[in-house]
T-cell receptor
Framework: RKEVEQDPGPFNVPEGATVAFNCTYS??????FFWYRQDCRKEPKLLMS???SGNEDGRFTAQLNRASQYISLLIRDSKLSDSATYLC?????????????FGAGTRLAVHP | ETGVTQTPRHLVMGMTNKKSLKCEQH?????MYWYKQSAKKPLELMFV???????ENNSVPSRFSPECPNSSHLFLHLHTLQPEDSALYLC????????????????FGPGTRLLVL
């Protein structure tokens, strides 16, 4: 089983649509959680951290369910510029240091 | 843009060549990382350095040799690579290496796209 699993997509949605991405992780010792965004041929960039109570940043809402080991990202009112690959990332304490485990990513294509 | 730079951005090398990838971070961070990203695969952690000490070697073949002379610079020395080593090599840094969340947010460089012929 993969440590972090995501639906690879692609999700093709029109501008203005709401789209949701799901992610599951296998290691119950995971300590913190993130969504990164990676544009084509670019490096990953932090989109937002994910907190236990859920958190929102503008059009983006992240949720965490530790019991189910499930993370989600909701994007409202999609823009063309949201087209990218979204990486689900978990942080595991390993040997006293921080280890990020990345999902393979979910590709989003927003069209006019 | 993110404070982490990598050179070269693109590299083509033969299997008998020796080359080095360089990473520099201008963020005052204490931890640096090397990742490999192959097509349609998740990022794979290769090495972790904390305060210039290697704390993780994630079963990486010896043809990849990291070096961290100080907390701002990280190198990846390459020799006798194989075609399957062709990938995007990403460097990242973080303020610390604990697990408290924000402090350990990793910032990535633009990567070196490597092609081994």
């Amino acid at each position: 089983r993969k440590e972090v699993e995501q639906d690879p997509g692609p999700f093709n949605v029109p501008e203005g649509a709401t789209v949701a991405f799901n992610c599951t992780y296998s290691n119950s010792a995971s300590q913190s959680f993130f969504w990164y965004r990676q544009d084509c041929r670019k490096e990953p960039k932090l989109l937002m951290s994910v907190y236990s109570s859920g958190n929102e940043d503008g059009r983006f809402t992240a949720q965490l369910n530790r019991a189910s080991q499930y993370i989600s990202l909701l994007i409202r009112d999609s823009k063309l510029s949201d087209s990218a690959t979204y990486l689900c990332v978990v942080n595991i304490a390993s040997g006293g240091y921080n280890k990020l485990i990345f999902g393979a990513g979910t590709r989003l294509a927003v069209h006019p | 843009e993110t404070g982490v730079t990598q050179t070269p951005r693109h590299l083509v090398m033969g299997m008998t060549n020796k080359k080095s990838l360089k990473c520099e971070q201008h963020l005052g961070h204490n931890a640096m990382y090397w990742y490999k990203q192959s097509a349609k695969k998740p990022l794979e952690l290769m090495f972790v350095y904390s305060l210039e000490e290697r704390v993780e070697n994630n079963s990486v073949p010896s043809r990849f040799s990291p070096e961290c002379p100080n907390s701002s610079h990280l190198f990846l020395h390459l020799h006798t690579l194989q075609p399957e080593d062709s990938a995007l090599y990403l460097c990242a840094s973080s303020q610390g290496t604990g697990t408290s969340g924000r402090r350990e947010t990793q910032y990535f460089g633009p990567g070196t796209r490597l092609l081994v012929l």
